[in-house]
């Protein structure tokens, strides 16, 4: 019987041989980018190589862009999940890396295959989802409504940072646009007559950006004023705010509503003006906050080390630049790790920089070794039933507290 390790070298080997095709990947969907739900070239690639690799694939599974893969020998034992994204960035592509993300689900998935097929008994059973719109579209979220997860024991992915980090300093974010109405007129004839909807939002901008002061560690907003008039000498009689609100746990983001939306209802107010404030939810729901599961992540930071990565300290780890992403969405329903990778870079997400950074080989040779570290920790898992009660158990105490 082939021990725990036997089927990690096993898998490391299988990605191994599997590089080229691998960075064929990762460089296909880094020179196609491809917005939410527009993901048709990668959706194709990707579905195309697992077919290819002995994997029954579902295409547009629940979304058009969506798919499922799974490799299931007697559709019997745990069902493990590894996460692939591959939506890019309005006007600078890839610059969140889900080129890097795609290669890495699919390169851990090829590992776990592997160790699978060369075990004795029967270690479970792989489900690979490819997720479309992680970039705001929040396509995990519909595809949890739609019961993706309902069956699955734990999931993973990983996301290219400029730091390494198991435990992802990963918040809640909800999306809010506040539209005033007021009344046009000559800015220069007629001024008295004119309701001005830009000062409204003027005024909504500055109490938000007053207030920040008295929030809460970690309570986060950041907005733009979308429109405000077309032509200096007419009085605009509409305006919109576009703001993204953020905070560390779910029980914060009520209050944070309410408070940003007392700053916009009393602008409308101090300029006659009114106003629709619209809480962006999808199926009902907004970006949840990621609980990493402690278990789980010991054993990635103890399998990236065999790699010769050291992670930070955890209390490293939690003072690194947060985000957020419907990934956070999974770990509330299954247990989930969301660990960074550190690629060659300085640049933040989100920035010409970082999608250069992405398509070096220093990135997929990281990502290679992200990928080598999910397949691990789940020949882990799955060799040990209960260690997987242990990470069911410790997900159920986080989510009482």
Same mark, same amino acid.
């Given at each position: 019987?082939?021990?725990?390790?036997?089927?990690?070298?096993?898998?490391?080997?299988?990605?191994?041989?599997?590089?080229?095709?691998?960075?064929?990947?990762?460089?296909?969907?880094?020179?196609?980018?491809?917005?939410?739900?527009?993901?048709?070239?990668?959706?194709?690639?990707?579905?195309?190589?697992?077919?290819?690799?002995?994997?029954?694939?579902?295409?547009?599974?629940?979304?058009?862009?969506?798919?499922?893969?799974?490799?299931?020998?007697?559709?019997?034992?745990?069902?493990?999940?590894?996460?692939?994204?591959?939506?890019?960035?309005?006007?600078?592509?890839?610059?969140?890396? *889900?080129?890097? #993300? &795609? /290669?890495? +689900?699919?390169?851990?998935?090829?590992?776990?295959?592997?160790?699978?097929?060369?075990?004795? =008994?029967?270690?479970?059973?792989?489900?690979?989802?490819?997720?479309?719109?992680?970039?705001?579209?929040?396509?995990?979220?519909?595809?949890?409504?739609?019961?993706?997860?309902?069956?699955?024991?734990?999931?993973?992915?990983?996301?290219?940072?400029?730091?390494?980090?198991?435990?992802?300093?990963?918040?809640?974010?909800?999306?809010?646009?506040?539209?005033?109405?007021?009344?046009?007129?000559?800015?220069?004839?007629?001024?008295?007559?004119?309701?001005?909807?830009?000062?409204?939002?003027?005024?909504?901008?500055?109490?938000?950006?007053?207030?920040?002061?008295?929030?809460?560690?970690?309570?986060?907003? *950041?907005?733009? #004023? &979308? /429109?405000? +008039?077309?032509?200096?000498?007419?009085?605009?009689?509409?305006?919109?705010?576009?703001?993204? =609100?953020?905070?560390?746990?779910?029980?914060?983001?009520?209050?944070?509503?309410?408070?940003?939306?007392?700053?916009?209802?009393?602008?409308?107010?101090?300029?006659?003006?009114?106003?629709?404030?619209?809480?962006?939810?999808?199926?009902?729901?907004?970006?949840?906050?990621?609980?990493?599961?402690?278990?789980?992540?010991?054993?990635?930071?103890?399998?990236?080390?065999?790699?010769?990565?050291?992670?930070?300290?955890?209390?490293?780890?939690?003072?690194?630049?947060?985000?957020?992403?419907?990934?956070?969405?999974?770990?509330?329903?299954?247990?989930?790790?969301?660990?960074?990778?550190?690629?060659?870079?300085?640049?933040?997400?989100?920035?010409?920089?970082?999608?250069?950074?992405?398509?070096?080989?220093?990135?997929?040779?990281?990502?290679? =070794?992200?990928?080598?570290?999910?397949?691990?920790?789940?020949?882990?898992?799955?060799?040990?039933?209960?260690?997987?009660?242990?990470?069911?158990?410790?997900?159920?105490?986080?989510?009482?507290?």
């Amino acid at each position: 019987m082939a021990s725990p390790q036997e089927l990690k070298a096993i898998a490391v080997q299988s990605i191994d041989k599997e590089e080229s095709n691998l960075l064929m990947i990762n460089r296909e969907i880094l020179n196609n980018p491809e917005l939410k739900y527009e993901e048709f070239k990668a959706h194709q690639l990707l579905t195309d190589f697992f077919e290819k690799a002995g994997f029954h694939v579902d295409r547009s599974y629940t979304l058009p862009t969506a798919f499922r893969a799974v490799y299931s020998p007697n559709d019997q034992g745990p069902k493990a999940c590894v996460i692939c994204e591959y939506d890019a960035l309005p006007g600078i592509g890839h610059a969140c890396g *889900h080129n890097l #993300i &795609a /290669e890495a +689900g699919v390169a851990a998935a090829l590992g776990i295959k592997a160790a699978m097929e060369a075990s004795d =008994i029967n270690l479970g059973q792989l489900i690979v989802y490819g997720t479309p719109a992680e970039e705001g579209g929040g396509g995990k979220i519909k595809m949890i409504h739609s019961g993706c997860f309902k069956d699955i024991d734990f999931a993973m992915m990983v996301h290219p940072f400029p730091f390494d980090a198991t435990y992802g300093n990963l918040i809640c974010l909800q999306r809010v646009t506040a539209t005033y109405h007021g009344k046009s007129s000559h800015a220069a004839a007629f001024p008295w007559e004119g309701v001005n909807a830009l000062d409204a939002a003027v005024h909504a901008y500055t109490a938000l950006s007053l207030m920040r002061q008295q929030m809460k560690s970690g309570w986060k907003i *950041h907005g733009i #004023i &979308a /429109e405000g +008039g077309t032509m200096p000498n007419i009085i605009p009689a509409t305006s919109k705010l576009d703001y993204f =609100i953020r905070a560390p746990l779910m029980r914060d983001m009520q209050e944070l509503q309410d408070k940003c939306e007392a700053c916009f209802r009393g602008a409308a107010e101090a300029t006659g003006c009114t106003v629709d404030i619209a809480f962006e939810r999808i199926e009902g729901d907004y970006f949840q906050d990621v609980i990493t599961n402690p278990i789980m992540a010991d054993l990635y930071e103890k399998n990236v080390a065999t790699l010769g990565l050291v992670m930070p300290s955890r209390a490293e780890q939690l003072t690194f630049p947060s985000g957020s992403t419907d990934m956070g969405n999974v770990s509330h329903i299954l247990p989930t790790i969301h660990p960074f990778y550190a690629i060659d870079t300085e640049a933040a997400n989100h920035t010409p920089e970082f999608t250069k950074a992405s398509s070096t080989m220093q990135a997929h040779q990281q990502t290679i =070794i992200a990928a080598k570290t999910m397949a691990m920790t789940t020949i882990d898992i799955l060799t040990d039933y209960n260690l997987l009660e242990s990470i069911k158990l410790q997900f159920n105490a986080q989510k009482s507290l």
